[in-house]
């Protein structure tokens, strides 16, 4: 799966041991993880690994078993402000959502208004997009209110993956 899908061994190999590096998933903190397959239901132990408490949302109700048991909930992201209390997150990781439901600009921007509300001033955003599906957040200036585009360590902030359509982008809460 990783070889066929070079996106999944960035995402586990670099973009997750560089957020360890940071406060994002140190044992005091709390990350959403935006977006749930069978597959995802792998990356919460990754996520909790020090013991942070990660959360899990989607909009389709049949992924309610695919989130992280316990603190999964079925909700817009759109509305993440109604669903959970404001700067609650140390990180949101929001990963092939952009184009895959959330799919207008305008929805986009709805999107980034919702994490910022979430997400702790100096916290850690996640976005995970592919080329072929949505222009690029950063040149429509989605996130520019409210986030700085910001490198994790080691990792730069826009992370473009070879081999697929597949792109990371970083950014900190403002
Ligand atoms: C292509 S999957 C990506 C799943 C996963 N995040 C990953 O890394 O592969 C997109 C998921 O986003 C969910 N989704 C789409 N729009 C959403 C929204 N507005 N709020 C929450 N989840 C949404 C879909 O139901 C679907 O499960």
């Known amino acids: ?31 959403l993880w935006i977006g749930c397959r069978p597959y995802t239901t792998l990356y919460y132990d990754l996520i909790e690994q020090k ?10 109700p049949e992924m309610q078993p695919f989130g992280r048991p316990g603190h999964h909930i079925t909700g817009d992201m759109l509305k993440l402000e109604q669903l959970f209390p404001a700067n609650y997150f140390d990180a949101v990781l929001c990963n092939g959502v952009l184009g895959y439901g959330v799919d207008r600009p305008a929805d986009q ?21 592919n080329t072929d599906r949505i222009s ?14 910001a490198p994790l360590p080691g990792v730069t902030a826009r992370y473009v993956v070879e081999g697929c359509t597949h792109v990371y982008d970083t950014y900190r809460r403002l």
């Not at 899908?5 to 005091?28: C, H, K, S, V, Y």
């Not at 013991?51 to 389709?60: F, L, N």
């Open 136 to 149: 690029d957040p950063l040149k429509l200036a989605l996130a520019n209110r409210r986030f700085e585009h």
């Open 51 to 60: 013991g942070a408490e990660c959360w899990s949302i989607d909009i389709d």
């Open 109 to 129: 921007l709805r999107g980034f208004e919702a994490l910022a509300a979430v997400t702790k001033p100096d916290g850690w955003l996640l976005i995970g997009w």
């Open 1 to 31: 799966m990783m070889r066929r899908f070079p996106d999944r061994a960035i995402l586990l190999e670099t973009i997750f041991p560089a957020l360890g590096q940071t406060r994002a998933m140190a044992n005091t903190s709390r990350v």
